[in-house]
């Protein structure tokens, strides 16, 4: 159980395009979902958190116009990185919880994103 | 505000050593603690997590860690390693709390190195 999925799991794009990345809960479902991001060799940066039906809460420094994310159902998050550079260039991490869990989040398997 | 601290980015260990894995925290509250593996290119595990109760908890793939309040610690062992465990190990705490959308907050990583 716990299963969180993400799409796609490697996508290469030309700068200045956008690029939707999905995480799913596949058999459960997420009360909150999180984006974080890994530069190589370092620790997992949180971007933002969404509750289903809400607006994000972006974290300081995280540009929301630039990293949309939609929360629209209790097993789909998605993030779009809009307008992408090549300083875009990262490991993307989702992550879900469920209320009641004991604060366990339960992570994807991430989305390797490269800007040309 | 939390803090995880874990002690040596990189620690090599040899086959059938004792893995011996460092996390200390600081919290305004007793905090629940989190124990996740990432493997190269995918997203992370949980391995094991304490929320309350007793304060050594075991994991899967034979790991072990103990809650040690008064030393702010929640150390990572396993008796004997494999070379399946060679990975980055990441430590995190979250702030208990009934309302969801609670913020984990991470270690900077340890990547674990299995000598044959």
């Known amino acids: 159980g716990a299963v969180v999925s993400q799409h796609p799991s490697r996508v290469i794009c030309k700068s200045g395009t956008s690029v939707k990345i999905e995480c799913r809960s596949l058999?459960?479902?997420?009360?909150?979902m999180f984006w974080y991001r890994q530069f190589p060799k370092q620790s997992l940066m949180l971007m933002a958190t969404?509750?289903?039906?809400?607006?994000?809460?972006?974290e300081q420094g995280v540009e929301k116009d630039k990293f949309l994310i939609n929360h629209a159902s209790l097993t789909l998050s998605t993030l779009t990185v809009t307008s992408a550079h090549p300083e875009d260039s990262s490991f993307y991490i989702c992550?879900?919880?469920?209320?009641?869990?004991?604060?366990?989040?339960?992570f994807g398997p991430g989305t390797r994103l490269t800007v040309l | 505000a939390q803090s995880v601290t874990q002690l040596g980015s990189h620690v090599s260990v040899s086959e059938g050593a004792l893995v011996l894995l460092r996390c200390n925290y600081s919290?305004?509250?007793?905090?629940?603690l989190f124990w996740y593996v990432q493997y190269p290119n995918q997203g992370l595990q949980l391995l094991l997590k304490?929320?309350?109760?007793?304060?050594l908890v075991k994991g899967i793939n034979g790991f072990e860690a103990e809650f040690k309040k008064s030393e702010t610690s929640f150390h990572l062992t396993k008796p004997s390693a494999h070379m399946s465990d060679a990975a980055e190990y990441f430590c995190?705490?979250?702030?208990?709390?009934?309302?969801?959308?609670?913020?984990?907050?991470f270690g900077g990583g340890t990547r674990l190195m299995v000598k044959p």
């Open positions: 992550s879900a919880r469920v209320r009641g869990w004991g604060d366990t989040q339960y």
């Open positions: 058999d459960f479902q997420a009360t909150t």
């Open positions: 969404s509750n289903e039906g809400s607006k994000a809460t972006y």
């Open positions: 919290s305004s509250v007793p905090p629940y």
């Open positions: 304490y929320t309350t109760g007793a304060t």
């Open positions: 995190a705490v979250s702030e208990p709390s009934n309302n969801a959308g609670n913020m984990l907050t």
